[in-house]
């Protein structure tokens, strides 16, 4: 792969309005190679790798297991700086700029920085915004950082804005995972406006119907973590509704 070739088709199906399909896995919870067939069949786009707190020390033999049995390009999604693998294809560089702890705006990539620029893998500078659901998520406990109120559009707005003018080269807006209530069509709709670079989505999706919402109003990349792991034949009406929207 070229050093770039995830974003750039990243960048193309954004550009062509080609919906995509991330399946997000825990690597506690990785047991099976069972979700590996799954997602082959269904066409999924990629398979992301991380969490708020990995205590298996799992995540290296996860990210080489996904990659030694399938094509799907594989993505970290990071919860701190020790969920790194140099078998995985990219990593998305999170800053969180939701919150206001310089340790998940700049801290954790100074950590990294030495390994990752040697680490061959592709980096992806993301602004990784956490917005409020009906519970606190892990996500928003585990960084100390307050997410962005659901109804405060505008300040989801700027935030987005301020991080595409950054630099910031995706947007992710995250309900935290296992909540029941996904980001709103609206806040989508919002923020998308407002910003150029794609935008993920991810937080609560269980249903083909909620990934169609999101879809609609605006998001780029669906991810879903949390609903396959209760029932992993979702993968292939999530998967058919996101790719024929
Ligand atoms: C969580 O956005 C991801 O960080 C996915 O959420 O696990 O709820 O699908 P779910």
């Not at 995830?6 to 990785?30: E, H, M, N, R, W």
């Not at 910031?168 to 909540?179: C, E, Q, R, T």
């Not at 998308?192 to 919402?213: C, D, F, H, M, V």
Request: overall charge positive.
């Amino acid at each position: 792969m070229t050093p770039s070739a995830i974003y750039s088709s990243i960048l193309k199906c954004t550009k062509q309005g080609k919906k995509q399909f991330a399946v997000l896995i825990d690597p506690d919870k990785f047991h099976s190679t069972k979700i590996i067939k799954l997602a082959e069949a269904a066409g999924v786009d990629y398979f992301m790798v991380g969490g708020s707190l990995i205590s298996s020390g799992n995540f290296d033999k996860c990210v080489e297991t996904l990659k030694s049995n399938s094509s799907i390009p594989v993505i970290i999604f990071p919860g701190n700086n020790l969920q790194i693998s140099k078998h995985a294809d990219a990593i998305l560089l999170l800053s969180l700029i939701s919150g206001r702890n310089p340790d998940f705006l700049i801290g954790q990539h100074v950590i990294s920085a030495s390994f990752l620029k040697t680490s061959g893998l592709e980096i992806i500078p993301t602004g990784y915004m956490l917005i409020e659901s009906e519970k606190q998520s892990a996500a928003s406990y585990m960084s100390n950082t307050t997410p962005i109120p659901n109804d405060k559009f505008d300040i989801a707005m700027s935030t987005a804005m301020a991080g595409e003018m950054l630099g910031l080269k995706i947007i992710y807006m995250d309900a935290g995972s296992g909540v029941k209530r996904s980001i709103t069509s609206e806040m989508i709709k919002k923020v998308k406006s407002t910003i150029e670079i794609p935008l993920i989505i991810g937080g609560g999706i269980n249903t083909p119907e909620k990934a169609i919402l999101a879809c609609k109003a605006g998001a780029d990349i669906i991810v879903v973590g949390n609903a396959l792991e209760k029932e992993i034949t979702l993968i292939k009406s999530i998967s058919q509704a996101i790719h024929k929207f």
